[in-house]
């Protein structure tokens, strides 16, 4: 089932389209909250209805290990499992196994669970099997990712492997599941911010044929300039009539400059990490509301945006549930953030109908410049 993109409105190369799968449609650009244990922290299916979001993300590596791919799969897949109904994409684990040091061979990655210390050996076939068995609607195939400012023959290295494993992932999704007439399958491209070998990652990912298109490897320890000078060496290869997602970005200025050279999908944990430490995000830019200085405040988050979920509650409510450890605080701030986050993609994407674009992109860097 390839993911096919039909784009709606453009503003330079900023656009807005629908992205078509087996289960249905989602707009683009298109923030994709994560629910690492198939859950956002703090949230349900019915709060990320209720906040209007279409796609969210589910962690491979830790569904595979808790509560297994074969409970996961005996409770009705993903959506059975969460009671929700809208598109999930399952990234490959490969972040995950990679930030724990694994040994890598030719087969797979093996490595040690966090969970009780047994071993696990992933390789791009069992990847997609267990993504077949989770029953998302978009599954990421196995990846190398080491850190963008690794050393060159690391990096290099893991394009090599990158490559080799995307065929043989792609190969074990088409040939052994029936997932394939149901789920799409994207191939991911690496080479860290060398522009040689993030146009050879490209080509390599983009002849074996996926059915969308990621950039990985960015975002991992690199400056914003670094990052998007990785970006721009694979753009205008990716093609037109495919999605396009950035894996890792959360950061406005970063999404935005991301939509501005044709991106169309995000996911990011920042809005919900940003909130369970006392962060909140407004059209104004970020603050802590631990600060003392909202200890008697009676106003509501963000006083510019009167339809925050939350803004019944004043800040020196708030800062006071926080303060105390009260745990509705972390889920108000979580539902406060997720909804400025899908807001702030809405008013892009409004902006690319309208032909403002570059006005949008001008206010963010104002706002979040440094920030």
């Known amino acids: 089932m390839r993911a096919t993109f039909t784009e709606t409105a453009r503003d330079g190369e900023a656009r807005c389209g629908v992205v078509t799968t087996a289960r249905g449609t989602f707009t683009t650009p298109r923030f994709m909250p994560v629910g ?17 979001a279409q796609v969210i993300l589910a962690n ?5 290990l808790r509560p297994g791919t074969d409970v996961v799969e005996g409770l009705g897949g993903i959506h059975g499992m969460a009671d929700w109904a809208g598109h999930v994409l399952t990234d490959s684990g490969g972040y995950q196994i990679f930030s724990l040091s694994p040994e890598l061979s030719d087969e797979g990655a093996r490595f040690k ?27 990421m195939v196995l990846d190398v990712c080491p850190s963008s400012v690794a050393d060159p023959d690391i990096v290099r290295a893991a394009v090599e492997r990158t490559g080799q ?13 029936d997932a394939k007439d149901r789920q799409c399958q994207f191939g991911i491209v690496q080479g ?59 950061d406005p200025i970063g999404i935005v400059e991301s939509v501005a050279r044709g991106v169309d999908m995000f996911d990011c944990v920042l809005p919900t990490r940003l909130a ?28 510019d945006w009167p339809d ?18 009260e745990p509705t605080a972390p889920r108000l701030l979580t539902l406060h953030n997720v909804a400025w986050m899908l807001r702030f ?13 570059a006005d949008f992109r001008a206010g963010v860097h104002e706002v979040w410049l440094g920030r």
């Open 165 to 177: 494993w995307a065929e043989r992932g792609r190969s074990a999704f088409l040939e052994h599941f």
């Open 308 to 325: 925050s979920p939350v803004a019944r509650y004043s800040k020196g409510y708030l800062r006071h549930l926080l303060q105390t450890k």
């Open 192 to 250: 860290g911010t060398d522009e040689k070998l993030r146009e050879q990652s490209a080509r390599q990912i983009l002849d074996i044929g996926f059915d969308g298109y990621a950039v990985g490897g960015l975002s991992v320890g690199e400056d914003r300039q670094q990052m998007l000078h990785g970006l721009d060496a694979c753009m205008s290869l990716l093609p037109s009539d495919q999605p396009r997602y950035f894996m890792g970005l959360g």
């Open 60 to 64: 491979t590596y830790h569904l595979m």
């Open 36 to 52: 690492t244990r198939g859950a956002i922290v703090h949230l349900a299916a019915d709060d990320m209805e209720a906040l209007g």
């Open 113 to 139: 669970s966090i969970y009780d210390g047994s071993m696990h050996l992933l390789s791009p076939e069992k990847a997609a099997e267990v993504q077949a068995k989770i029953g998302a609607d978009i599954q």
């Open 276 to 303: 369970r430490h006392g962060t909140v995000l407004t059209d104004a830019g970020r603050y802590n509301l631990t600060r003392a200085e909202f200890a008697t405040s009676r106003e509501p988050l963000d006083p």
């Open 345 to 357: 993609m809405d008013r892009m994407a409004e902006s690319i109908v309208a032909g403002t674009f």
